[in-house]
């Protein structure tokens, strides 16, 4: 069984069309992580939560956003996607900060499509 | 420079074959250090962590040289199903992912 949960698995948008990434988690984890992938780059993270606490990363643009309602769902909102933000977004959760020898559990992720 | 660096390849190889990648990092201070698989347009998993003695899972052997700061994964027997792109993960206060390494092994 699933146990992070990522919808659509394909989204299409229009540019500057706000869009939400949503994701939702089994696991009953603390910190849930949102990455970009370009194609044939490395995952970038984007910004995570720790419990309610926000922690974005220093050069994720204004224009991405998150929020978590409670434990087990976290969106990503993307305020007016341009063409350069269609890319692999990747929902990940681990129980606490600091992962160390622990597994981050992915989703199967949301490929978004720019027009 | 990049705090994670990989050959990007890709890596064409015969069934049967050994094949091995390497990763630099930049951060002496990285701490921990993984290597994930990754399928076309599928998302990252774990294949093994990596330990200061070395470590071998079946076919896969892998080690970290802390002087030189690199890591390396040895595929020995290559399979069909071992095609896809393998990532380097160092932590280091937050996961780092290098842009991963592409294998392809054909029959």
């Known amino acids: 069984d699933a146990m992070v949960i990522q919808n659509p698995r394909y989204q299409v948008t229009q540019f500057g069309k706000p869009v939400t990434l949503s994701c939702s988690q089994t696991l009953n984890h603390n910190v849930m992580y949102w990455y970009q992938q370009k194609s044939s780059q490395a995952p970038k993270l984007l910004f995570h939560y720790y419990d309610k606490d926000f922690n974005n990363e220093a050069d994720t643009p204004d224009n991405f956003q998150s929020r978590r309602p409670n434990t087990s769902f976290c969106f990503l909102d993307i305020r007016s996607p341009g063409l350069g933000d269609a890319a692999m977004y990747l929902c990940?959760?681990?129980?606490?900060?600091?992962?160390?020898?622990?597994?981050?559990?992915f989703g199967s992720g949301t490929q978004l499509s720019v027009l | 420079r990049k705090e994670v660096e990989q050959d990007p390849g890709p890596f064409n190889v015969p069934e049967g074959a050994t094949v091995a990648f390497n990763c630099t990092y930049s951060n002496s201070a990285s701490q921990s250090f993984f290597w994930y698989r990754q399928d076309c347009r599928k998302e990252p998993k774990l294949l093994m962590s990596?330990?200061?003695s070395g470590n071998e899972d079946g076919r896969f052997t892998a080690q970290l040289n802390r002087a030189s700061q690199y890591i390396s994964l040895l595929i020995r027997d290559s399979k069909l199903s071992d095609s896809a792109t393998y990532l380097c993960v160092l932590l280091g206060g937050k996961l780092i992912f290098g842009q991963g390494t592409e294998l392809s092994v054909k029959p």
């Open positions: 990940a959760t681990s129980r606490d900060r600091t992962v160390g020898l622990e597994k981050l559990f």
């Open positions: 990596v330990y200061s």
